[in-house]
Structure formats: C-alpha cells, structure tokens
C-alpha cells in the first residue's frame, strides 16, 4: 500500500516537470567518491528520459584544497569562498575544468546521458570581474574585510549555448571558472554559478546537491533540518550566526535566484540515495526548500527518507517506459534517520 501511494505521487510530478528546464549543482565532495557519483549520474539520467531539460554546475572545493596540499599550497577560505592567488587559480583550472568535469561526463555516460563539458568561459557563458574586498565574518561569526583574489563576481550570462545543447537532448556540465573583458581567468562560487545560470535559463527549480541533508536550525544536530521556507525568510537567515561555511553561499544563491524569477530553490543531501528523486516526485521531499512568496506553501516532513520509498518512486519513473541502467547505491535497503 506505501508503494503505491508513493507511485500515485511521482506520476502527476513527472508530468508537472516534463518539458521543465531545471540547474542542478553538483558539490565537489560528491564527485570525488566514485560510487555516490554513480548513483547521482543514474539519477540525473532518470531526470532526462522523462523529458526534464538539465543544466549540470560542480564544485570541486575539497579536491582543490587536497591538489593545493599535494602541491604544498595551504587553501584559505573565508566565509564558505575560497581565497585564490595565482598558483591555486591553476589548480583551480587542473580540477574544476579537468579531472572532476571529465569523472562527472564519463559517470553520466555509463547511465546512457549525452554530456558535454565546458566551464563559465566556454562560449561566453559567464561575464565576471574581480571581486574588490568585501565585508565577511571570520570562523568566530565576527565581521572583517577580505581581498578574495583573483575571485570573479558575475556581471551577465550567455546561456544561449546552454539553451542550444538542452533543446538538442545534451546535458551541459560547467565548471565554475569564468572571463573577464580582458580575458583573464577568475574564479568563481559554484553556488553563485548556478544561481546565475538558473534565473537566466528561466528554470523552474534550482537544486543545490551537497553532503549535508539540508538547512540545519542547528548544525550540529543532524535532525534539525528545516524542511521549508519562503525567500523572505531565507534571506533573514543569512543574518543568522548559525548559517555558517559552505552552508551560506549556498543560502545566497538559492535567495538570489527565487527572487529573480526561479520558482523553487532546494538544499539537500547528495550522498542520501535517491534523494534527488524523493525531492522531486514525493510531496514530503527529504530537504530544504525555499519557495517565492506568492507560491502556495507545501507541507512537507522534516526528515530524509530512502531504502524502500526510493526505490518505490524509481519503480513509477521506469514504468513510464525509462530503461534505467541504475547503479544500485551501497546500502541502500537500509533506512535513512
């Protein structure tokens, strides 16, 4: 009887979504484990063959920090960003462009996914300028003004070629590297990549994959995720000390886009098996979404589910004639807390 009720709920999604154009971002810790990479690749695949049009954006913040060490470069991050001199900008272009978008495109093509790798610079993607220094706060919440590097900030985008390999069937896959008028090579937030390309793609959902489940009222307690909120506040979040690392960049971005036309920003665990799919085709969804104000508020469980309903809703996605060519993640019979 929960399977199919479980099935009655992905159906009227999938038709919802088909025809849809939706960024998802891939963070960089997900990509470096080859097995969730898998699992992740199968469901994006799942996504396309039901007619949803994809847009892929990755990070790759824990291989840069592992290839700088390697190197004998120390990272430095200030507020959740990445400080970028000279030598960790060519580490940035040896993982963003190279090995992590190479593992993301040969991962999709197991799961039978037309993929294409580029970065923001592809084609004049993403138009960016150095940040000058900012106000941030350091790992104690206190503020202070930081000179970020050779850091760009977005000033406009040509999603045309985006647009032009989603309507031929391609999966686009950006690094997050982007060029200024006079050609140099900056980079950029992953986060702030795909926010950007969401609003000027016109997609209906931005999705924001990481290794933690959501948005934590209190980030040591994995059980505190805050299932939903509306932009307003979100964004009053981003004045709470609580929001803190990675977690506010992300935040940012998902504010940013729903308040330029996005009509739902989401959080949630790309290391849960099927997350994604619970996310998008269950009306619980297992993470945290942030809506515009004008849309009708979803009542949604505060907790993450797999093992039985995961494969339940892949049950009601194949049997709308989807050959998948799933890799069945490890544990994934098990229930997630």
Do not use: W
Request: glycine letters at 12%; hydrophobic letters at 45%; a negative charge.
């Amino acid at each position: 009887m929960k399977d199919i009720v479980l099935l009655k709920q992905a159906l009227p999604y999938m038709r919802e979504h088909k025809g849809c154009t939706f960024v998802i971002k891939l963070g960089g810790e997900l990509a470096a484990r080859p097995e969730t990479l898998a699992s992740l690749a199968a469901d994006l695949s799942l996504l396309v063959h039901v007619g949803i049009r994809v847009t892929l954006v990755h990070g790759g913040g824990p291989q840069a920090t592992e290839m700088s060490r390697r190197l004998g470069l120390e990272p430095r991050l200030v507020d959740g960003r990445r400080v970028t001199d000279e030598a960790t900008l060519d580490v940035a272009k040896m993982v963003f462009a190279g090995s992590i978008n190479v593992d993301i495109l040969s991962a999709l093509r197991a799961q039978g996914v037309r993929a294409v790798g580029l970065s923001g610079v592809d084609g004049d993607i993403l138009h960016v300028r150095r940040r000058d220094p900012v106000a941030a706060r350091d790992e104690g919440g206190q503020p202070i003004t930081v000179d970020y590097g050779l850091v760009g900030d977005v000033e406009g985008v040509d999603a045309s070629l985006l647009s032009l390999l989603m309507g031929e069937g391609y999966v686009p896959v950006v690094s997050s590297l982007g060029g200024d008028a006079d050609g140099n090579i900056l980079n950029v937030n992953a986060d702030t990549v795909a926010s950007v390309l969401a609003t000027e793609l016109g997609a209906s959902k931005l999705l924001l994959l990481t290794g933690a489940p959501g948005l934590l009222s209190d980030p040591s307690d994995p059980a505190s995720l805050v299932p939903a909120l509306s932009v307003s506040e979100a964004r009053a979040k981003l004045d709470d000390p609580s929001v803190q690392g990675g977690m506010r960049p992300k935040l940012a971005a998902l504010v940013s886009a729903v308040e330029g036309g996005v009509e739902r920003g989401h959080i949630l665990s790309g290391s849960e098996p099927s997350a994604l799919l619970l996310e998008l085709f269950t009306r619980e969804g297992c993470g945290t979404l942030v809506r515009a104000e004008h849309a009708d508020a979803v009542a949604r469980s505060p907790r993450a589910r797999a093992g039985e309903s995961a494969r339940a809703v892949l049950r009601a996605v194949e049997s709308q004639g989807v050959e998948s060519q799933r890799v069945e993640p490890p544990h994934a019979a098990e229930g997630a807390s």
